[in-house]
């Protein structure tokens, strides 16, 4: 649709843990990969309570790889709800159809659970929209005297709606393997309760006279692709980087992280520490570290604030730790369910003193594992934090990615550690200083030699100092490394178009498609604008990006949060001035909003544009946690 | 004890006269102790890690062979479990104070009983921070009578009856003037399969007036030798009966090994790394 036959967005809602919204989008996002179809959901919406908020998950599905998640514009929209507000009966299925009613596209589709009776739809149908009242929680309980399978009816209208696996091909090999071991009857039961959906939309589409024009055809892939998480991939990314020692605190949406490793990083010899606070989970990573082991934690912004002392003792003793923030909105507890990319200055800042540190941020669901492994590499190089910023909905978004991505591993290197032939029979200094800033390390338990690891300031044997000479020593040859980092291992931004002479959109993680998006509508619209995207944040490579800026046009940074943190980075760095286009409503960025808001900002120097949107959604936030779109 | 077995303890340390330690500070005691202990238990300087806290007593690391490692204050406990995870075969202690341990770290301390890591906890207790010039610790006030506390004086932290009440699995006292018993009292921590916790008084000369060497010889009464300390309830009387008669109990109070899961080094090298198959992964995304 949308002018592109097999191109769908769908946004599914309904009510928090009661109607199983991610149960839902999952069995899509898997079913249309394993149909050859590439599935993006990578806008979370929910709120951060166990039950009863309004949750949706958009998913857009193609037979090409989407740029990114797109517009807020929907070809269909799935309502489970069939009760969310029983004060007023006359409106069930208020939240999904209220909310997201108005970013519906004219002459797109509803389809909604209308087993409470049906809701008053003029005003679509009036916008040409096709509504498909299904009973399903009605059909389950007395046909199929199952409430839980109400889902898979909704799905087996929604194939219908999209003209999708007509035999149920691939819905029954799903089942099949979900529930085999549960018994045929049940795998039949399911396919039974999709057969019904499918039966009720074909009742409407005889009784209304529509007609469809969706059909989403199943492609053959040559290659294999899974359905998978941004937070998984850089589990796997972390696993296949050699990390063998994980730690974290419960806290979203950074769990993900700590539910993967849980569960696989035993099989691969390592082990899991669930801390009892942020401060454990990192100390013992550092333990951990020091005995050898690549060791990673996993946070987000509130946790990453208790962490911070241990930054310091990172950069001082010079021990190698992977630190994820999965960024969400802040500051204080902030929204806990909704992303921002508001960490930078502290990831960047964060710890009294200097200390060397390197910054990632993944711009894709991919590269959460190619730039994992990448990570990995450096902290074990340079021996100091090495930060890994996703945000909410990289972290949890989920996609389509092709399985040979996984295949990409470069060797693993051992970088620095001394072993006990190298090290006999001469005095050890752990701090030796060196060109590099490197200091080769030891590993305790290696015969003949000990070493002394403090984070008090330290002589080159790791012994206590306030000597000025030794202190400036260990400082400058801390501080060395990142002079090493740009030289041997910094990586340039991303650039698409040509920057000389022209506008320049910046962007740095995740927002890389969605930017890439944003450009392509400027250029449709006769603004020649190039995008410069960076993924290796700090330090930043300043001789890599200087030639870039050079002669470019105005500097327009996109980001999400209030005050332009990566704006003000590149500013500090490259003497430029920025404009800056900055959303922080808690809702992500979408491509025509940012070509928008990014024309704005082009009329005006050093303008500040604040994205609001939504504007056409208009439901009062009650105080039960339920949250607007 | 041989001379010279001791000497493989001062070598890869900062030499006596170097030591910021006071004269006549506790902590000596529990220095010779440590190198009397290590000496019994034949560990070698390069299997041991020394993990120190902040203050006069993490300072002990440097005075000491072996690896060592210095955070943050209240955090060695936390650094050890993941030393001790990642590499069991390492001997680990904790060297810690009383603030670095009950007041800063007392979470760290609490849960690292409950975990139970096999590694040893010496805290040297003596009641102030010393190197901030001597204010209140949270185990401040022993054997001081007050008639009224108040919010800014709260009652004192009895680190015995913590780590009873956090499910620790091994728990000693000593006193730093009694080297020889708190050699023994390391000796057994070190043999305890599992966390030993060993309270060990070792008074501030500088700051501490009251708790003095003499108050503490005045006060202190070996733990009596019908005592059985694996049991639980007997290790809460006696904590009790003591403290009514005003007394402080030294040597083993309770000691009850749990069940322990065998524990293997994590993989570290390259060849151990190299072999990994995520295809068991990415069949659950599929």
């Excluded at chain 1, 199983?20 to 599935?39: D, K, N, W, Y």
């Excluded at chain 1, 400036?472 to 030289?487: G, I, N, P, S, V």
């Excluded at chain 2, 690896?67 to 943050?72: D, E, I, L, R």
Aim: charged letters at 25%; proline letters at 7%; hydrophobic letters at 40%.
């Amino acid at each position: 649709m949308s002018g592109r036959a097999n191109r769908v967005k769908v946004l599914v809602g309904g009510v928090q843990l009661r109607d199983g919204v991610s149960t839902v989008t999952e069995i899509l996002g898997r079913i249309f990969t394993r149909a050859g179809l590439f599935a993006v959901a990578m806008e979370r919406g929910y709120a951060s309570t166990i039950y009863g908020a309004h949750q949706y998950d958009p998913i857009l599905v193609a037979d090409q790889p989407p740029l990114s998640y797109g517009d807020p514009v929907y070809d269909v929209l799935v309502a489970l709800e069939y009760d969310s507000n029983p004060d007023a009966p006359e409106q069930p299925n208020r939240d999904t159809v209220l909310r997201h009613g108005p970013n519906l596209r004219d002459g797109g589709i509803l389809l909604y659970d209308s087993s409470t009776g049906e809701i008053p739809t003029e005003s679509l149908r009036a916008r040409g929209v096709k509504v498909f009242p299904v009973p399903a929680r009605k059909i389950a309980l007395t046909e199929l005297k199952r409430e839980i399978v109400k889902n898979i009816i909704m799905t087996g209208a929604l194939f219908r709606l999209l003209g999708f696996d007509g035999d149920f091909t691939h819905l029954r090999q799903l089942l099949e393997e979900r529930f085999g071991r549960k018994g045929r009857d049940v795998v039949e039961l399911n396919l039974r309760a999709a057969q019904r959906g499918r039966e009720a939309v074909e009742r409407v589409l005889a009784e209304q006279g529509y007609t469809l024009e969706v059909r989403l055809e199943p492609r053959p892939r040559g290659r294999r692709a899974v359905y998978i998480s941004g937070n998984d991939c850089l589990g796997i990314g972390a696993i296949q980087g050699g990390v063998r020692f994980y730690a974290g605190y419960p806290i979203t949406p950074a769990s993900g992280i700590l539910e993967f490793m849980e569960r696989w990083l035993p099989r691969y010899g390592g082990r899991v520490l669930q801390g009892q606070n942020e401060r454990e989970s990192i100390r013992a990573a550092i333990g951990a570290s020091l005995a050898g082991v690549r060791a990673m934690v996993g946070s987000s912004g509130p946790g990453i604030s208790l962490k911070v002392e241990e930054f310091g003792v990172i950069g001082a003793t010079e021990t190698p730790v992977i630190i994820v923030d999965a960024q969400r909105a802040g500051p204080s507890t902030g929204m806990p369910t909704r992303p921002e990319q508001g960490d930078l200055n502290l990831v960047t800042g964060g710890a009294h003193g200097d200390i060397p540190r390197i910054v990632l941020a993944p711009s894709t669901v991919e590269e959460c594992y190619t730039l994992m492994l990448e990570a990995c590499e450096l902290a074990d190089k340079y021996q100091c934090p090495v930060f890994f910023l996703t945000d909410l909905n990289l972290s949890e978004g989920r996609k389509t990615v092709p399985e040979d991505l996984f295949a990409q591993r470069p060797p693993i290197r051992r970088h620095g550690i001394l072993r006990e032939e190298e090290v006999r029979g001469r005095p050890y200094r752990r701090y030796e200083v060196t060109p590099s800033g490197i200091s080769p390390r030891v590993l305790p338990g290696t015969p003949g030699v000990v070493f002394k690891s403090s984070g008090v300031e330290h002589d080159e044997f790791g012994f206590v100092t306030i000597d000025p000479r030794k202190r400036a020593a260990q400082m400058d040859k801390r501080m060395r490394k990142l002079e090493t980092y740009l030289r041997e291992d910094a990586k340039p931004p991303y650039v698409f178009g040509e920057t000389r002479g022209n506008p320049v959109m910046v962007g740095w993680g995740n927002t890389r498609p969605v930017l890439q998006e944003a450009r392509e509508i400027l250029l449709r619209r006769g603004i020649p604008v190039a995008l410069v995207h960076f993924t290796h944040i700090y330090p930043l490579p300043k001789h890599l990006v200087e030639p870039l800026f050079a002669d470019a046009g105005p500097v327009v940074v996109v980001e999400q949060n209030y005050s332009g943190q990566f704006a003000d980075l590149l500013q500090r760095e490259l003497l430029i001035r920025t404009r800056r286009v900055l959303k922080y409503n808690g809702i992500p960025l979408y491509p025509t909003e940012v070509a928008d808001a990014v024309q704005r900002a082009l009329r005006q120097e050093g303008a500040v544009v604040r994205i609001g949107s939504p504007e056409p959604v208009k439901v009062e936030v009650g105080g039960d946690g339920a949250e607007g779109h | 004890m041989e001379p010279k077995a001791i000497k493989v303890w001062e070598e890869n340390a900062v030499p006596k006269h170097r030591i910021q330690w006071c004269p006549g500070c506790g902590d000596f005691g529990v220095l010779a102790a440590l190198k009397q202990a290590l000496v019994e238990l034949e560990i070698t300087p390069h299997e041991l890690v020394l993990v120190g806290g902040i203050g006069c007593s993490g300072n002990i690391r440097n005075y000491l062979n072996g690896n060592a490692f210095h955070g943050t204050h209240g955090g060695p406990l936390a650094y050890a479990l993941g030393i001790k995870m990642a590499n069991p075969h390492l001997q680990v202690i904790c060297l810690a104070g009383d603030g670095d341990t009950f007041a800063i770290g007392v979470e760290n301390f609490v849960h690292t009983c409950r975990r139970d890591p096999d590694m040893v906890l010496l805290v040297m207790n003596n009641g102030v921070y010393g190197l901030t010039k001597g204010q209140d610790s949270p185990t401040a006030g022993l054997g001081k009578s007050v008639e009224v506390w108040s919010e800014e004086h709260p009652p004192m932290v009895d680190p015995v009856l913590l780590a009873l009440a956090s499910e620790a699995t091994f728990v000693a006292q000593s006193f730093s003037g009694d080297v020889k018993h708190t050699a023994r009292m390391i000796v057994e921590a070190f043999q305890h399969p599992g966390f030993a916790f060993i309270n060990d008084f070792s008074p501030c000369v500088t700051y501490n007036k009251f708790n003095t060497y003499e108050w503490f010889r005045e006060h202190v009464e070996p733990v009596p030798p019908d005592h059985d300390p694996s049991d639980r309830d007997a290790a809460w009387r006696l904590v009790r009966d003591f403290a009514r008669r005003g007394k402080i109990p030294l040597g083993v109070i309770y000691r009850n090994p749990r069940p322990r899961a065998e524990a293997r080094r994590l993989p570290v090298w390259e060849g151990e790394l190299a072999d990994v198959d995520v295809e068991p992964i990415l069949a659950t995304f599929r």
